[in-house]
């Protein structure tokens, strides 16, 4: 018995100094994107208050935000390892599975701009873009990699569907501010949305909220939730 307790109180130390890690980690990353954003050129500044002036203003209830991701502290590799040592199941990103390339234009409909589920009606992107479902929250990627862009995306969605949001507006941008003019997350997002189960269609954005640069997004209706 002795040698049993002796087991239960080293495996309670090493989880106890696993959350103390887990805990300056996160600190060290708060510091580190509080930093960063007293750093933010003053261009990267202008740029995010003009998107803003252009935003749709939603009801703060069902306005979910998210804010940039700083950059990873924890390797989630042994993060997983100790997390295994303990018993405990590893967390799965949001983005687990979800490829950023594939080509995926003959899944997209009306130039390229939509994108409608097989067992959706036909017509659902088009009602989408007209305002058929009111936009219940939005996802802003400026200033956002690749890999972060992605993960923020799909953890996003599945906030949205645990909120019963079902319509969403991502801005993904027109590439402007990118290398070479390139729009690199405009083709990724859609690349990554139609992986996404849950997601029935997308359409591009009317003028006034967004135009090509942001996605109106339509989700399946979440279980239990009203219409």
């Known amino acids: ?65 998210h804010r940039r991701a700083p950059e990873p502290a924890i390797d989630h590799a042994v993060a997983s390892r100790r997390a295994s040592a303990l018993g405990e199941k590893p967390a799965v990103r949001a983005d687990a599975g979800v490829s950023d390339g594939g080509d995926v234009a003959h899944m997209l409909s009306e130039n390229g701009t939509a994108y409608v589920r097989l067992d959706a009606a036909p017509d659902t992107a088009r009602r989408l873009k007209r305002g058929d479902w009111r936009v219940g929250a939005e ?9 972060q862009a992605r993960h923020a995306v799909l953890s996003f969605l599945d906030e949205c569907l645990e909120h019963g949001i079902r319509c969403v507006r991502i801005v993904h941008g027109k590439g402007y501010g990118s290398q070479g003019l390139e729009p690199v997350l405009k083709d990724k997002v859609r690349t990554w949305l139609v992986q996404k189960p849950d997601v029935i269609a997308f359409s591009e954005a009317m003028e006034r909220e967004g135009g090509a640069g942001a996605l109106l997004v339509l989700m399946r209706q979440p279980e239990g939730a009203r219409r």
């Open 139 to 147: 996802l802003d990627l400026h200033g956002l990699r690749v890999e």
């Open 1 to 65: 018995m002795r040698g049993t307790k002796t087991s239960l109180a080293d495996l309670k130390r090493v989880h106890d100094t696993l959350a103390r890690d887990r805990e300056q980690a996160e600190r060290l990353a708060r510091e580190e994107a509080a930093r960063r954003a007293r750093a933010a050129p003053a261009h990267d500044v202008d740029a995010f208050k003009k998107a803003m002036q252009a935003a749709t203003p939603m009801k703060t209830a069902n306005k979910v935000e």
